[in-house]
């Protein structure tokens, strides 16, 4: 038995017999992993929204100290210090999605596997509890939507643009534009405070606006933002091509929930200030 993979295995068979279908059973599992990610996932995402905001201060420290390398560093130090802020937490939500994404990954290709024969009943029963032990001649609904959830868009699309490949697409597009609005939240622009009021931005703020500068410091972090804003939903797209559409379930629904999560750290810090 695999200490982490199995938790997920588990999770999917559990919720299976519970609802009836793999593809609910994704879904739950999924909403089930960020809700229990919250304490660790919650801190991190107010230090990255306080990240974006101090942006406008850092670049003036950049301005002020540049040729400076060792007085940035410190300045910079000192200024997260001040406001309490890990520089590094930022990425932890990162990190535990990638780490629970393999896990996840792992214990789908051990459930679809079985599904279309190409492990036993025995190598599955290795995975589970005792009371979620399955016999011979089980099988799971794989069906979701009209689509099957061990198939990929690529292998569905084999087959001609039917109506079971209207799944894929949904998961495949809204996966990127929900990874996309999630990158644009944490911007420091006037773009992140639209999306999370819904409400058009008239006057701008320009000390909550960044902009490149001529340092080639700044403009590689400018860069940097850009590809984590448009080149990672694309990549998306791209390498879910070839994934199931099991996991493409898991992803397109994890990251709703993050964005959720996002525009909850939001408003909570919007009526925060407000308050004061």
């Known amino acids: ?138 099988k799971f609904e794989t069906m979701f939507l009209g689509s099957n959830l061990s198939q990929t868009p690529a292998d569905i699309y084999k087959t001609g643009l039917g109506m079971e490949f209207i799944l894929p697409l949904i998961l495949l597009l809204g996966s990127g534009v929900l990874q996309y609005f999630s990158s644009k939240l944490m911007m420091p622009s006037s773009a992140a405070s639209q999306l999370r009021t819904g409400k058009p931005v008239g006057k701008i703020d320009q000390s909550a606006y960044v902009k490149a500068t001529p340092e080639k410091s700044d403009d590689m972090m400018e860069m940097m933002r850009m590809q984590s804003t448009y080149m990672m939903p694309l990549m998306t797209i791209f390498i879910g091509w070839n994934f199931s559409l099991g996991m493409l379930l898991y992803w397109f629904v994890n990251s709703g929930v993050m964005l959720v999560q996002q525009l909850v750290v939001g408003k909570m810090d919007k009526d925060k200030k407000t308050k004061l």
């Open 1 to 138: 038995m695999n200490i982490l993979v199995s938790p997920f295995v588990n999770a999917l068979f559990g919720f299976y017999y519970l609802l009836g279908n793999l593809g609910w059973s994704v879904i739950v599992v999924t909403v089930l992993i960020r809700v229990l990610l919250i304490p660790l996932v919650l801190p991190s995402l107010k230090s990255a929204k306080k990240m974006a905001v101090l942006q406008p201060r850092l670049k003036k420290l950049q301005e002020k100290y540049a040729g400076n390398k060792e007085g940035l560093a410190k300045a910079q130090m000192d200024l997260y210090k001040e406001e309490g802020i890990n520089p590094l937490s930022g990425c932890l939500p990162q990190i535990l999605q990638i780490a629970v994404l393999i896990m996840f990954f792992s214990a789908f290709n051990l459930v679809t596997n079985y599904t279309i024969g190409k492990s036993d009943v025995n190598s599955m029963n290795k995975e589970l509890v005792s009371s979620f032990k399955i016999s011979e001649g089980f």
